[in-house]
């Protein structure tokens, strides 16, 4: 049985100047974050731009990642769409070249009920045989999943195998842990904010999907090594600056914007280019973001 535990990147999608996507720097970052120990990959997610590429570049972009992580690392696929043949078609497609676990947002625009979202990942777990984790998101998907609604999917599909759980509120991915893991022990919760990495393992959770893991993936695998070390004082020490970091979210429009200048700082030498409704860096932002990075990190991260 595939599990899902410590720490997880959304890595970004790396565009050049001109829109489109750059494969040589995308290779250079996944090597990178391997070589970190990052526990898993996530390819179309939300910093990866996933609403703003077309299936063809998905497909090349898990070609990449198959290639490229070579079983060093779990890859997770992004296979969201508000388009149900689009979905099964990336599922399928992943699962075929070697991708580990797809991740599947809600259908967005209309916020699907509790019984739509039932029925919605029902269908999918029927259809492909792939672990699937599913993606809480409701600022941007209109509707929450509610405890109620995973403990009727997780009884129901046993390949339906985790979520991540993007809420800005510990107490509501407390609740979804007590309640599933009440019926399935195994079954993975992810936080989908970088500072609640230890507020979600000592609420019984199995770690963070987050962005700041494509600047700093050290300090976060140090972070959950000295957490399963039972080492207080370092995971203390850890935590204190993730959450200094979490500044960066709030220098740009759009925060992906700064996540892949951080990247750009912290020695890649790439293109902050974001698809709309991304907006160009300003010398400003592209400082203040060098300025946290500087302020923050101790010299040995």
Partial sequence: MTKIKGIYTPVITIMKDDGTIDM?????H?????????NG??????????????????????????KTVHHRSQILIGVGSTIWTDVIELATYAEKVGADIINIVPPFYFGPTEKSIIDYYGKIAQQVSIPIQIYNFPARVGSDITSDALVSLVKSHPNIIGIKDTVDTISH??????AVKSVRPDFSVLSGFDEYYLDNRLA???GVLCGLT????????????????NDFKATMTYGKLVSQ???????????IVAIKAAVKIRGLDI?????????TITNEEYHNVQHILNEVLPNEI
């Fill in 30 to 38: 996944i090597n990178h974050l391997c070589d970190a120990g990052i």
């Fill in 204 to 206: 019984g959770g199995d």
């Fill in 24 to 28: 040589e720097h995308m290779e250079e």
């Fill in 173 to 178: 991915t407390r609740k979804l842990i007590t």
């Fill in 271 to 279: 293109s902050t280019y974001t698809r709309a409704p991304g907006i």
């Fill in 245 to 255: 970091l979490m500044q960066i979210y709030d220098v740009t429009d759009l925060f």
């Fill in 41 to 66: 990959l996530l390819f179309g997610g939300s910093l990866g731009e996933f609403y703003a590429c077309s299936i063809k570049e998905k497909k090349a972009l898990i070609d990449l990642a198959v």
């Fill in 214 to 229: 494509n600047v700093v993936p050290q300090l976060f695998v140090k972070y959950h090594a000295a957490y399963e070390a």
